[in-house]
């Protein structure tokens, strides 16, 4: 059994550990809403471009754009993995892991060479650690993204893309070349609630445009629009639309990894308070149970101290009765 000095020891620890981790809980909680906040206010220009997209697309008289178009024949498809720059987070990296190697493993069984790429200190490292090939890395940045972040992945992975899988794109300062890829696709943590994020792989490009038709109803001999029914409004471009498209769609594509950084420093608060509060709580938890056990050491200690000197105190008193 340990003694009372070993077990003060302990608590000592544990209540140093449970300052820490109570921090970490009070810090990952002011966070969220900051990320909640920022994940809103990002939404409209997100819905606003997406809205104009399909209104080009519409308006355009042909949808060749690269991004558009889905390869014959996709050879290599990168995949973008958003991780956390710092742990104590629960699992919250091992499920995004998890979920890109899913993914990677439906693209090999589709004939498709998986092209990784990572965002977060502890995606680089676990990658790394495992001698996997990365592409490229960006880290730094996990917990207060901003558009800057996701404008140097989008704009090498958009690169890649338009060189297509059969092509290469040089690095910079000249560091080589690197191959193309037919596909892009994202594993990012959606934010759900405080208790729930859940992992989800999107896919950034070739991009799927959805049109939006209108419906008529045709009364008393004339044609009217249906209350139901959602006209489109009238644009006019200038330049024409198949520029404006080709101008636009590395911008949307740069607004879905930013979104998607945007959830994920959400989801990383998020998960980590959780962890935190677990962790605290099992730190109160230990502490009580030490705090309990050192006390029964203690008494034994004075139990049997007390046990000393009264049998002490009895043989004096029969060696001198003798």
């Given at each position: 059994?340990?003694?009372?000095?070993?077990?003060?020891?302990?608590?000592?620890?544990?209540?140093?550990?449970?300052?820490?981790?109570?921090?970490?809980?009070?810090?990952?909680?002011?966070?969220?809403?900051?990320?909640?906040?920022?994940?809103?206010?990002?939404?409209?220009?997100?819905?606003?471009?997406?809205?104009?997209?399909?209104?080009?697309?519409?308006?355009?008289?042909?949808?060749?754009?690269?991004?558009?178009?889905?390869?014959?024949?996709?050879?290599?498809?990168?995949?973008?993995?958003?991780?956390?720059?710092?742990?104590?987070?629960?699992?919250?990296?091992?499920?995004?892991?998890?979920?890109?190697?899913?993914?990677?493993?439906?693209?090999?069984?589709?004939?498709?060479?998986?092209?990784?790429?990572?965002?977060?200190?502890?995606?680089?490292?676990?990658?790394?650690?495992?001698?996997?090939?990365?592409?490229?890395?960006?880290?730094?940045?996990?917990?207060?993204?901003?558009?800057?972040?996701?404008?140097?992945?989008?704009?090498?992975?958009?690169?890649?893309?338009?060189?297509?899988?059969?092509?290469?794109?040089?690095?910079?300062?000249?560091?080589?070349?690197?191959?193309?890829?037919?596909?892009?696709?994202?594993?990012?943590?959606?934010?759900?609630?405080?208790?729930?994020?859940?992992?989800?792989?999107?896919?950034?490009?070739?991009?799927?445009?959805?049109?939006?038709?209108?419906?008529?109803?045709?009364?008393?001999?004339?044609?009217?629009?249906?209350?139901?029914?959602?006209?489109?409004?009238?644009?006019?471009?200038?330049?024409?639309?198949?520029?404006?498209?080709?101008?636009?769609?590395?911008?949307?594509?740069?607004?879905?990894?930013?979104?998607?950084?945007?959830?994920?420093?959400?989801?990383?608060?998020?998960?980590?308070?959780?962890?935190?509060?677990?962790?605290?709580?099992?730190?109160?938890?230990?502490?009580?149970?030490?705090?309990r056990q050192a006390n029964s050491v203690r008494q034994a200690q004075i139990t049997q101290e007390i046990s000393e000197i009264v049998g002490g105190a009895n043989a004096l008193a029969s060696s001198s009765s003798d």
């Open positions: 059994m340990p003694s009372v000095r070993e077990l003060r020891s302990r608590i000592r620890s544990v209540s140093s550990i449970k300052k820490i981790t109570k921090a970490q809980e009070l810090i990952a909680t002011s966070r969220i809403s900051k990320a909640q906040a920022r994940v809103a206010a990002a939404k409209p220009y997100a819905e606003e471009i997406t809205k104009v997209l399909v209104e080009l697309a519409s308006a355009s008289q042909n949808l060749t754009h690269p991004l558009l178009t889905e390869r014959a024949e996709p050879t290599r498809a990168a995949v973008l993995v958003i991780s956390s720059d710092r742990g104590m987070c629960g699992g919250y990296n091992s499920n995004v892991f998890r979920r890109a190697e899913e993914l990677m493993t439906t693209l090999r069984g589709e004939g498709k060479d998986p092209v990784l790429y990572v965002m977060g200190a502890k995606g680089l490292t676990y990658y790394t650690f495992r001698g996997r090939n990365l592409f490229g890395s960006w880290t730094g940045f996990s917990q207060e993204p901003h558009y800057s972040n996701a404008s140097a992945a989008c704009n090498h992975l958009v690169e890649a893309f338009m060189a297509g899988g059969e092509g290469e794109v040089s690095l910079p300062n000249g560091a080589g070349n690197i191959a193309g890829v037919d596909e892009i696709h994202i594993v990012y943590t959606r934010f759900v609630s405080m208790l729930s994020q859940v992992p989800e792989v999107r896919r950034l490009a070739p991009i799927q445009v959805t049109y939006v038709d209108e419906k008529f109803d045709l009364g008393d001999g004339m044609l009217q629009d249906s209350p139901s029914a959602q006209v489109s409004s009238l644009y006019e471009f200038e330049p024409d639309a198949d520029k404006l498209l080709g101008a636009l769609l590395p911008k949307y594509i740069n607004t879905r990894i930013y979104a998607s950084l945007l959830e994920a420093a959400a989801s990383e608060s998020a998960a980590r308070r959780t962890a935190m509060k677990a962790a605290t709580d099992n730190a109160t938890e230990m502490q009580a149970s030490l705090t």
